[in-house]
């Protein structure tokens, strides 16, 4: 089917499905609130579903329905199609996106939903008065599990009959990973929240001073989020698996592909930002305990100091163990893959820890031109409090970019050609002096502003210093910052290949290149021919003269692919 007809009928499909799914999970909804109405006391919905509620639920499934149930069956005949219209269809972008945006809609709706009934039915368990209940998210993860389960294994048989390339390919592997990292962060806010609950129980220092109920709800609602996101990211775990397992039959490894190396990229970030965000909190508490900070009194030790570093410590394990599967996944492919992701993983760190190490530095600039200028803002913390705060980003901070970035100063020293190719290392360069701009451009237009404004004759006492402090402040960092990474983004770029040179950091390729005799360029230009020269790198395990022979079969008519002599 052509493009715009493939799209009305995976646009129109989609609403219809949307408008089907609703009514169903209306009629769910009725019946199980008629269960919950008849089995407890203590339902919030008496009377069970509104007449106005049934209907409406009737009225979207007789409309949605039919249309979906045609729409399906138009898209199942050109999807049943012989020869290229088939095969066109079955691997189109437009039909990896709507099963993507449909599968991405359920498993989010079922996880909700799951994790609502799961913690309600445990908060009855504990506090048989609750009237949470549990007929509504039942009916939501009812609804959206099926639809879940049918496009993923409708999907997963395409990938394995259909060879997928492009955006096809990609979209599928997006969701794929896409869902296991929403799943993963669902398990980890579950841990963090029940890991905290029971701390404070176990210092005595109860949640909301003592409030059972309270604690319950917690529980209830971390152990939801701990089943069901574990659950789902078991099963996208094993549907990557499946992938890597069957790389020759679906065409791709899925292991060196880009949205794979994103996903681990992104949970690096995830789990290091949670832990250093726990980490910082208790630095804080600690510090204004130290500087005797005017809340100093409300600081509970075990709760506010050791409190928020154990809650993390479940973060931070499955953060450092996911990094260390990633980098075993590319053992396979080589020395080079393998350092490829410890590139990542170092950069990916060394950008966190920057980001908080400037942001704190700033304010801690900010806060000293406050104190230097004598006055005093009632609607802010105290200094205290703020330098504790401040203390702690940059403490924090320069515990995760200075031993990141050492690292990978260590490894431009080693191989500074390496490192100039490498993709995410001018990307981080990219980064850091961009962002530099970002912040200090604004930030020094306004510190300029009260200063040009002063001298011009505008009002210019503590309080126009105050307000001058965290630009100012941001405006220094942001120069050094941008002034460093620049400098070295530069001596990369000087490192890289001009349009027509051959890298300097590969000499086997500039080898090849210079042994090609000049005469043979020559001759084969006077026949009328265009000769190129061509190197062929291929990774370990990979079977170069299959490569080769797979080339000339590829040829059009006249082209002939020659081997060097010394090749």
Known sequence: MGTARRLYLYVVSAVS?????????????????SIEDAVSSTTMNPGGMAREQLSLAIALIVVGAPVFAVHRWLVGRGLRAE??????????ALRAGYIATIQSAALMAWLIGGAGFLSSI??????PSSYASWSEPLGVALTAFPIWALFGRAREGEIRSQRMRGAAAWLTRLYRYGGGYGSLFMLLSGVTGLVSAVLNQLVAEPVMDGDQSFLAYAVAGSLGGIVLGGASWLLHRRLAAAAVRDAAVIGEDDRQTRVRGLHDGLVLLTTATMTSLGVAAAVASLGRLVLGA???????????????VLTMVPVALAGWWLAREAERTALPFGAEAAGAVRRVQRLVLAALGLTALAAGVAQLIGLAIEQVSGGYDMYSASPANRLASDLAFVVVGAALWVPSWLAQVAARREDADREAHAAVARGYLYLAAGASLVVGVPTLVMALFQVINGVLGGLFDSGSIRSLATPLGSAVVAAAVGLYHGRLLVADMRRLPRKGEVASGDPAVAAAVAATPAAEMAEAGSKGTQARTLILLVPDGVNADEVVQAMRAHL?????????AAG
């Open 17 to 33: 499905l949307i408008a089907l799914a609703a009514g169903i999970n209306r009629l769910v909804a009725s019946v199980l609130v």
């Open 83 to 92: 020869g290229s219209a088939g095969e066109e269809d079955r691997a189109s």
């Open 122 to 127: 445990l908060e009855r368990l504990v506090i």
């Open 294 to 308: 005017e809340d100093v009194g409300m600081i509970r030790p075990l709760n506010d100091i050791a409190g928020p």
């Open 556 to 564: 059009p008519q006249g082209a002939t692919l020659e081997e060097d």
